[in-house]
């Protein structure tokens, strides 16, 4: 089965530092995604990564960064967290190919205070 | 853009009741489509997938028929257990990129 980990499970910034997520998947796939999940809003990408040092923006990168040195590893940073980023974030990953699945992580509940 | 519409939950249902989650979608070209299920504190799991037009995906008592003539990918089961209470996500595979409905969440009683 495929294992996909994000390191922390419930997480408590506060505003304007510099936050890290990390985001570990155990089955050598190439793609890799970070979303946040909001009630009412379903699950919007944030940024996604095709290969190692590749990255491409979602539809929110505004923000965060993300960094994929090594394949099976894909860390999401916000520069400077705000109150409005409190949210679920979800790290997912895939073997490229269009009739394959996503597989997620547990998520990541960070509160910036 | 490609978009995918769901139903506002909550469904509430009593045991053994059928179910019915709608859900349709606008993409160009042919995408593949999912359901995806999210239990109270853990990340999403696949559900089901259909990857071309009249495919029906099932899975755990689940069923859904991909329709491209109303461009709808309906969420089915017979008979619903309380251990199926979640929330459940539509998803299309656009290019590179899945997009997902906003999810929704349904409440079995006994």
């Known amino acids: 089965d495929v294992k996909v980990t994000q390191s922390s499970r419930y997480l408590v910034k506060r505003t304007g530092e510099k936050v890290f997520l990390e985001c570990v998947q155990d089955m050598d796939h190439e793609n890799m995604f970070w979303y946040r999940q909001d009630p009412g809003l379903g699950l919007r990408l944030i940024y996604f990564?095709?290969?190692?040092?590749?990255?491409e923006k979602g539809d929110i990168p505004e923000g965060y960064s993300v960094s994929r040195e090594k394949k099976e590893r894909f860390s999401l940073i916000l520069e400077s967290a705000s109150t409005n980023q409190t949210s679920m974030y979800l790290c997912a990953s895939r073997l490229t190919g269009a009739r394959e699945a996503l597989h997620f992580g547990n998520g990541t509940r960070l509160t910036v205070t | 853009g490609d978009s995918v519409t769901q139903m506002e939950g909550p469904v509430t249902l009593s045991e053994e009741a059928f179910l019915t989650i709608n859900c349709t979608y606008t993409?160009?070209?042919?995408?593949?489509l999912f359901w995806y299920v999210q239990y109270p504190g853990e990340g999403l799991q696949l559900l089901l997938k259909a990857t071309k037009a009249d495919d029906k995906g099932s899975n755990k008592g689940f069923e859904a028929t991909y329709r491209k003539e109303t461009t709808s990918f309906h969420l089915e089961k017979g008979s619903v257990q309380v251990s199926d209470s979640a929330v459940y996500f539509c998803?299309?595979?656009?290019?590179?990129?899945?997009?997902f409905g906003t999810g929704t969440r349904l409440l079995v009683s006994p």
């Open positions: 990564s095709y290969d190692v040092k590749m990255k």
């Open positions: 993409a160009t070209g042919y995408p593949s």
């Open positions: 998803a299309l595979r656009s290019f590179q990129k899945l997009v």
